[in-house]
Structure formats: C-alpha cells, structure tokens
C-alpha cells in the first residue's frame, strides 16, 4: 500500500503540479492493457472511416469522390483533435473514457444516421460532412491522451513511447481495414457493422479506464462514467434491434412503389418494387444501387432495339456482357439458328434472381432455362482478357459509366478486348446512356469506339421510363434481319429514323477517348446525370 506522502505525490502527478513526483510503475500487464486498448480504438476508427465510404460509394456511386472527401476531412480533423485535446491532458483517463463514448455513439449511429438523411432528408453530403469531421476530431484526440496514460505507467523516452504506441495503432488499423469487407459487411451489413464496432469501442475505452486508471478517478466521475455507458449502450443496442426494419422503411422512402425484393451482395444493393394500376397492370422495376435497370411496362423497346439490328448477320455464337436479367437474352433466343450465346455477368445474385423470382423470370420467359444459354460470374474486362474464342454477335449492355467501378467498361482498353472477341463480319452494339441528357457522355463513347479500332455507326430510340436512349453499332448502320421475329417497337422505318439526330443530339466534335488511366466518360457521365 502507498505511504501517505506517495499518495500526496501520485495525486499531483495526476494534477500535473510542477515538481510532483512520478507515480509508481503499474507493471507490465497495465501497460499491455493500454496498447490494447490503442490496437482497439484504431480498429474502430478505421471501420467508421471505411463504413463512411462505403456508404457514399453504394447511395452516390462515386467512390474515388467519397473516399476523398472522407479521408481528407478526417485527417484533418484529426489534427484538430490532437491539439483540442491539449488541455484535456490533465484529466487524460477521464476524458479518454468521454471521448471514447462519444466516438462509439456517433461512429456506431453514423451509417443508420446518414441513411437516414439520404433517404429522408436530401441532406447527404452536408451530413457527411459534419460527420467526417466530428468523427475525425474525436480520433485525432485518442494518441496524445493514451500517450500520457502510457507514461503514466511508466516513463520511457518519447521515441520507445511513440513507436509502442503507433505499433499497436498501425496493426488495429491492418485488422480493421480487413474486418470491414472480410467480416462485417457480409455478416452483418453496413448499419449493424457499425453499430457492433460502436460497442466494441465503447468497451474497450471505458474497461480500460475502469480497470488501470480507476484510482484517478473519483466516485462521482466513476459514476458519471458508468450511467453514460449504460446510455450509450443501450442506445447502441436498441438501434441494433431495430436495424432491421429501419433500413426496411429507410429503403422504401426511396423508391415510389412497394418493394417487394432487397438484397445486399457483395457488388451492390439489389432492389426490386412492383405497382398495381387500378386497371390491374403491374410495373415491375429492377434497381441496382438505386439505379433504374427496367420497368416491365417498357423494357422491350430498349431490349428489342440493343438486340435485334446486331442481329443482322451471323449469329450462331453471341456473347453478351452484362444483361443479368436476361431480357436481351430473350430476344437473342428469338432466332432458332442460334446455337450458343454466353452472359458474363458480375454478379450471380442478379442471375439467380432472374430465374427464381416469378416476375423476372416471366418477363425473360425462362431464358436461363435453354440449354444453348451458359452463364458466366465474372468482371466483364478481366474475362475479355482471359477469352480465346470468337462470336459472331457482341452485346455490351452495361450499367451506366457513373462510378469508377463502371467507367472501365467504357474505356479504349476494354473495348479493344471486347474487338478481339469479334468473328470475321461480326457486329457489337453498346448501350451509350441518353444522347439528349448526357450527350457528352453517349459522343464520347462513340470516341472511345473508334480509339479501339470499332467503328460504329449511332442511333436512339424513346424508351418512356428512361427518355430518349441511345446505342452504337458496329458493322454497317442499323437494320432488322431478314427473318426478324415479330416486334412490338421495331420496324425498318423506326430503325431509320432512329439514326438521324436532330440538331441538339448531333455528333460533338473534338470527343476525347476514355482509358483506364484517364476515364473522361466518369466526369461526363457524373455531370450530366447529376442533372438528370
């Protein structure tokens, strides 16, 4: 036990009187408990910066804008938090214990707290924006005040001291960058991740407190600490509960009619809504990260026109990039001679779904079912780079080029591949976005084309739930087959009047190609479907 005049010198340590005498050394379990306790926190902190991204990535679709405008807010504010913590030094356990709770509460809410804003309020970035920086500021004042409880234990120079400490914060950082994709995200989802990370930090920070530096604090703060821990707790706790039917409602804010089907997978959000008119027609609606991808009452204008004119020509083997729902894969197994087409689709979960679900799979008449149709679960470009055979059709019906993961798929690079996989006389048609809402991004793919050796010849056709909708074809301008199947919105004279842009539509000159070490199709697309 401490002599009183130990007491008395400890108790002005803590105060940080000039000339007090250093406490006793706690011992190496004490020590090990705070490096712990940093490996902890800067796990945590890394989860609820990467959860911020991957949030923005998955509502915005604009993940190198999101990371850098997460990233570059929280460092900052990080280094406002270290030096706001300058006075708090004094009462470091105490403070650390607050911070921690106050980290755990925002950093575990801050996902189902910005979804919230998205879905409800329109207020997404502005949200983001005060919590990055709120969330960073907190971080920030974690290191200064853990290294003087670290010397509080026992006094080592600054460099030994700055090193343990950033050891343990850099390999918390490696377990929380791996968790968050690896574990959390799979097994949990974004709004529950978090929340579970949120407990954890608040355990960590304040058992760490509690434990070895209990002494310095006084009842009534132990107290204080305990009753805002049970809050935060049960706080934490209830949204966990609730997570479920929260992100339930949150989702259907988005959308105008009922959905009916929600997934997460491990590429995006899946969504499916279906309406009922009074008069008894349904509108089914495929969503992929909020993206319109078909409305039932529509979709064969836009799937009639992308197949049918690259169909002119030989066809036996047809290979189509994207189009998981398989509605071009209907129209492409239309023509008997046929004998082969293969989808490659990212992902398989779409493919599942348009041949479990009834609505879908109505829709694409069970396309997946033939047995001339093989799929394929893989990246478009890097299945292109592994490809040795020919096709005689090419249909690249990709999502829209508005986030890096999509931009590559309209770059020179992928559709030089996508060239190579083209038999003698074969004929591609890319789906371009809207000549009259994003005429810089649907001119600049036409560009992009011709940089890869495709020339292509452009035309649009009105698809009511996206407008005016365009697509390039290569290997002569667009006509039907001969023995084109019956149509409900193609004819020749449809198909030749699709070809000729009215003045506002028309080539814009001087186009830059798209590559994957400049993706100019990203900046157009984002700026004009912004506005869309």
Not at 77 to 106: C, N, T
Not at 326 to 338: I, K, M, S
């Amino acid at each position: 036990m401490s002599t009183t005049a130990d007491q008395h010198s400890e108790t002005a340590a803590q105060h940080g009187e000039p000339g007090a005498a250093e406490p006793k050394p706690r011992g190496r379990l004490a020590r090990t408990a705070v490096l712990v306790a940093v490996f902890v926190c800067a796990a945590c902190g890394l989860v609820y910066e990467l959860a911020l991204v991957a949030l923005g990535s998955y509502l915005i679709g604009d993940t190198i804008g999101q990371a850098s405008i997460v990233l570059s807010l929280m460092v900052f504010a990080m280094g406002v938090g270290a030096l706001a913590a300058k006075p708090l030094q004094r009462w470091s356990a105490a403070a650390f214990a607050l911070i921690e709770l106050a980290l755990a509460l925002l950093g575990g809410l801050s996902v189902l707290l910005l979804y919230a804003a998205f879905a409800w309020v329109g207020l997404y970035l502005p949200a983001l924006i005060v919590t990055a920086l709120v969330l960073g500021t907190l971080i920030g004042a974690e290191i200064p005040l853990l290294m003087v409880l670290l010397q509080r234990i026992r006094r080592q120079d600054a460099g030994s001291a700055v090193a343990d400490l950033f050891a343990a914060d850099y390999v918390g950082g490696l377990i929380g960058g791996l968790a968050f994709p690896f574990v959390l995200l799979p097994l949990f989802g974004q709004i529950q991740g978090a929340l579970l990370v949120g407990m954890l930090n608040a355990a960590a920070g304040l058992g760490l407190v509690l434990t070895v530096f209990r002494r310095e604090l006084s009842s009534q703060v132990r107290l204080l600490l305990i009753a805002a821990s049970a809050l935060v707790g049960g706080i934490l706790v209830g949204a966990y509960v609730f997570a479920d039917d929260f992100e339930v409602t949150a989702r259907q804010a988005l959308y105008a009619d009922p959905v009916v089907h929600a997934e997460r997978t491990d590429y995006q959000e899946v969504v499916l809504t279906e309406s009922v008119s009074l008069t008894g027609n349904s509108d089914t609606r495929l969503f992929l990260n909020g993206d319109l991808q078909f409305s039932s009452v529509d979709e064969y204008r836009y799937h009639e026109a992308m197949v049918h004119p690259a169909m002119a020509g030989p066809r036996e083997r047809v290979l189509v990039l994207g189009g998981g729902d398989g509605l071009a894969l209907r129209e492409v197994l239309r023509y008997p001679d046929v004998r082969q087409v293969t989808l490659v689709e990212l992902d398989p979960a779409v493919v599942d779904l348009a041949r479990t679900d009834p609505r879908i799979s109505a829709l694409n008449r069970g396309a997946f079912e033939d047995p001339r149709v093989r799929t394929v679960a893989a990246d478009a470009f890097a299945w292109l780079r592994e490809n040795r055979e020919t096709y005689d059709v090419v249909l690249v019906d990709m999502p829209d080029p508005d986030s890096t993961a999509t931009a590559k798929l309209y770059s020179t690079e992928f559709y030089a591949l996508a060239r190579h996989a083209m038999a003698d006389g074969a004929r591609m048609n890319v789906q371009a976005g809207s000549p009259f809402f994003a005429p810089q991004a649907f001119w600049c793919v036409e560009s992009t084309l011709r940089s890869a050796g495709v020339e292509t010849v452009p035309y649009e056709v009105s698809v009511p739930s996206f407008g005016e909708w365009g697509f390039h074809l290569s290997g002569g301008p667009p006509r039907l087959p001969a023995d084109a199947p019956p149509l409900r919105s193609l004819d020749e004279p449809t198909l030749r009047a699709a070809g000729t842009f009215p003045p506002d539509r028309r080539r814009i000159p001087g186009m830059e190609a798209s590559t994957l070490m400049h993706p100019v199709i990203l900046q157009h697309a984002q700026g004009e479907w912004a506005n869309y």
